[in-house]
């Protein structure tokens, strides 16, 4: 079973930047994927950025591609989402998960565990 708790959300306006935290307990950090979703009033849930287990291979959503990056510090079983230049569509709340399952997992359905989320606004 894993554990994932999400921090490092807020309030910021256009062009600014945040880090997302994602604190993991439970099973080994390494033996599973990390994603980030985000989800938006009265929208899915959709993918925005993983790390796949193994090699370590990043995937991003076209939208975020440039402007976020994932990354995990294994002795910290801890991964992060740095987001720069953030515009008002990137206004969600942010969701980390974690999938036992190996490559490129951009469907929600194929996470197992979930963290409950943190807000970001962005003002414009």
């Known amino acids: 079973q894993v554990q994932l708790v999400e921090s490092g959300g807020g309030l910021v306006q256009t062009g600014a930047s945040l880090r997302l935290s994602c604190a993991a307990s439970g099973r080994t950090f390494s033996t599973y994927a990390v994603g980030w979703f985000r989800q938006a009033p009265g929208k899915e849930r959709e993918f925005v950025a993983q790390?796949?287990?193994?090699?370590?291979?990043?995937y991003y959503a076209d939208s975020v591609k440039g402007r976020f990056t994932i990354s995990r510090d294994t002795g910290k079983s801890t991964a992060y989402l740095q987001m720069n230049n953030l515009k008002p569509e990137d206004t969600a709340v942010y969701y980390c998960a974690g999938s036992s399952r190996n490559w490129r997992q951009t469907s929600r359905h194929m996470y197992e565990w979930w963290g409950q989320g943190t807000q970001v606004t962005v003002s414009s």
């Open positions: 790390i796949a287990r193994g090699s370590g291979a990043l």
